[in-house]
């Protein structure tokens, strides 16, 4: 039997102070997305009986994505956008003042399978416009 030391009181309250929860200021829902990450990161270690290298692998992965500013490319190109309240589901209302997020395009996107919307911007049809001129 393994032992989840993730459930530990002490751990939770570890995790507690990681996210923030012992400051006054700062955004009480960030605070609550934090929290979950660290506990979920603890659990998914447990759960899969992650190893040492593999650990450190998935870390040395996502500080080569981040140094490489392509996160964005990775989370549109699985799709998790539409999992957000900034991509609701097709026919149902946006939320009132939020926008649509995109991850900056660095060239030809990696995922074929992919079904990009078409959409016309005003500017840059102006822009080729202009420069055929």
């Known amino acids: 039997m393994t032992v989840a030391i993730s459930q530990n009181a002490e751990i939770q309250r570890f995790f507690e ?12 829902r960030l605070k609550s997305i934090i929290l979950r990450v660290l506990q979920d990161a603890a659990r998914l270690i447990e ?12 870390v040395d992965y996502l500080n080569r994505l981040g140094g490489q ?10 799709g998790l956008e539409h999992f957000s309240t900034c991509s609701p589901i097709p026919g149902t209302p946006r939320p009132a003042g939020s926008v649509a997020r995109r991850a900056p395009s660095r060239g030809r996107c990696m995922w074929p399978a992919r079904q990009w919307p078409r959409a016309k911007c005003g500017w840059t049809t102006a822009a080729r416009t202009a420069r055929r001129q």
């Open 47 to 58: 759960d899969l009986q992650i190893s040492d290298d593999e650990f450190w692998t998935a």
């Open 69 to 78: 500013s392509e996160a964005g490319l990775l989370v549109a190109g699985l």
């Open 17 to 28: 102070e990681a996210a923030g929860y012992r400051n006054a200021g700062g955004n009480p």
